[in-house]
């Protein structure tokens, strides 16, 4: 879990090695940008080598403190990820994991206190930062604001915008960036044994995101949910409002499902506006779909895709702040309908 394992994000982890080796790490980091970049893997990556005792230009992976980290056994280096169920301190039983509460700051604040129990500094790792309650924030905001010594702060979020700017202003700001497809295939056939004609697909399909390649490639019912989103989003073209309904109860049962579809959503919709731009089919993100890709290109104005490309943005901040699933898929997918199909 070392900087060498982070994929292709040279920039970012230049920024933080130089700011440790120069001895001047800030006090709380931002990485931000899209799932499945690598962010979480960037900042136990950090962690390593803010404890490593035999760090140069990375961690050594193989000394106690590197191997604990890499493990989640380290006793100063504490992540609360909601999405992977782990915690600062157990949450209440009714609590349902749509935001993070202010207890788990207020276990930080605490923790944070005292020094470090057996490495040269303590980090926190708040992934998802963006689902901070804001109680939580304000915890959070107190810390920030008069950091412990020898303590980091490491959040991870998708934007800065979804984060309070009073907690934004006190942190450095860390950009992922998308991945390319050659070094998306190539972790994926190196790093994970992936064949290399199906992790060149993978790549192709996986829009710069390393996570989401891997999760299709272990997981073969996440490509089987892709092909069927897919397949719906034609058939909503031309479906009744009865079919639109019926697909927005299915899809809903499934929560965990809606940030990948609203993204395949966004990245189709993108696909027909580059055709009709471009008929360049190597700039395409669903290349196996070219034949689709052509037809609906040929047939939805560039009014229309402007229109669904609202829906979606539309759908994903509904997500955000907690739409019941049915619902936002509902008006999702009634604001799908094209002018010459009847309400």
Known sequence: MAFRDVVDQHHA??????????????????????????????????AQYLNCPQADRDACGVCRD???????????VRVLDMAADRWFIPPPREHRGREIPIDQVRALRQDAAYPPYEGRVKVYIIADAELLSPGAANSLLKVLEEPPPDVVIVLIAESTVSLPPTVLSRCQVVRCALLSASEVERALVERYGVPAERARFLAA???????????????????????????????????TDTQRLDAAEALARDRDLLPDLLELAAFWYRDLLVWQETQDPT?????????????????LTPEDLHRRFDAVEHAKDSLA???????LLERFFYQLRSPAVPA
């Open 13 to 46: 982890v230049r920024l933080l090695r130089t700011a440790v080796r120069t001895g001047r790490p800030s006090h709380a980091y931002l990485l931000v940008g899209p799932v499945g970049v690598g962010r979480r893997t960037l900042a136990l990556a950090f």
């Open 66 to 76: 590197c191997v604990r980290i890499a493990q989640g056994q380290h006793p100063d």
């Open 205 to 239: 399909i996986s829009a710069g995101r390393l996570g989401r390649a891997l999760a299709w490639a272990q997981d073969e019912s996440r490509l089987a949910a892709r092909r069927r989103f897919l397949d719906l989003l034609g058939e909503l073209e031309t479906a």
């Open 283 to 299: 700039l395409l993100v669903n290349r196996d779909r070219e034949a689709e890709i052509r037809r609906w290109a040929a047939i």
């Open 321 to 327: 702040r907690n739409v019941q699933p049915r619902l």
